[in-house]
């Protein structure tokens, strides 16, 4: 018996590739260690509004050759990101966020850091899956720090919630696509290999 879900896809060759299941933007979450005062933070994390996905760009180098012209590759650069939190009441979020700008300039004793070992972090960006498996996809950000902080504003006719929102400038990105299986559970062994995975929160198995 034929079914309707068989005549959705591309047809190639004769044949048709069925749709795969497409990756949700709201399925995400965002790590980061050595935030703030250092240390994992999960109150960064539970507050997370939206984040950019890494910009990978190259310098493009002209060489002049006779009669023509070729282009061959430059350097590299990954583009900042974008990443909004909720200013919780608690004051947990805009404090850390506090602690991260003072390791990298110390306002009260107009002083910086001696290097950027003293006040860069780690940030990882992971894909979910709606179930409880482990994340199918990340972007591991290394040596990241706050280019930017918009600290939002207030008003007498609005209802939204306040927001921070950070630019993060960071040296290098990893992507790692890990394996997914039908059925929402992860294949065995670790998707990951390739990045040191964060510590585990007590008691949470996170």
């Known amino acids: 018996?034929?079914?309707?879900?068989?005549?959705?896809?591309?047809?190639?060759?004769?044949?048709?590739?069925?749709?795969?299941?497409?990756?949700?933007?709201?399925?995400?979450?965002?790590?980061?260690?050595?935030?703030?005062?250092?240390?994992?933070?999960?109150?960064?994390?539970?507050?997370i509004v939206s984040v950019t996905r890494p910009t990978f760009n190259v310098d493009e180098v002209e060489v002049h050759s006779y009669n023509s012209r070729?282009?061959?590759?430059?350097?590299?650069?990954?583009?900042?990101?974008?990443?909004?939190?909720?200013?919780?009441?608690?004051?947990?979020?805009?404090?850390?966020?506090?602690?991260?700008?003072?390791?990298?300039?110390?306002?009260?004793?107009?002083?910086?850091?001696?290097s950027g070992g003293d006040y860069k972090f780690d940030m990882l960006i992971q894909v979910l899956d709606g179930t409880n498996a482990e994340p199918t996809e990340q972007w591991e950000l290394e040596g990241c720090m706050l280019q930017q902080v918009n600290y939002s504003?207030?008003?007498?006719?609005?209802?939204?919630?306040v927001q921070l929102d950070l630019t993060?400038?960071?040296?290098?990105?990893?992507?790692?696509?890990?394996p997914n299986t039908l059925g929402g559970k992860v294949a065995a062994g670790d998707p990951f290999p390739l990045v040191s995975p964060l510590p585990a929160t007590p008691g949470t198995g996170v």
């Open 1 to 47: 018996m034929a079914v309707t879900k068989d005549k959705f896809g591309v047809p190639i060759e004769g044949a048709r590739l069925g749709i795969l299941q497409p990756k949700l933007k709201y399925r995400f979450r965002v790590l980061v260690t050595g935030f703030g005062a250092g240390g994992r933070s999960d109150e960064f994390t539970s507050n």
């Open 70 to 114: 070729a282009y061959i590759s430059g350097k590299h650069q990954w583009e900042a990101i974008t990443l909004s939190l909720r200013d919780d009441i608690t004051n947990q979020v805009s404090a850390l966020v506090g602690q991260q700008i003072q390791r990298q300039f110390n306002h009260f004793e107009q002083t910086t850091a001696v």
């Open 153 to 161: 504003d207030h008003s007498y006719d609005a209802s939204e919630i």
């Open 168 to 178: 993060v400038r960071y040296d290098n990105a990893v992507h790692v696509a890990g």
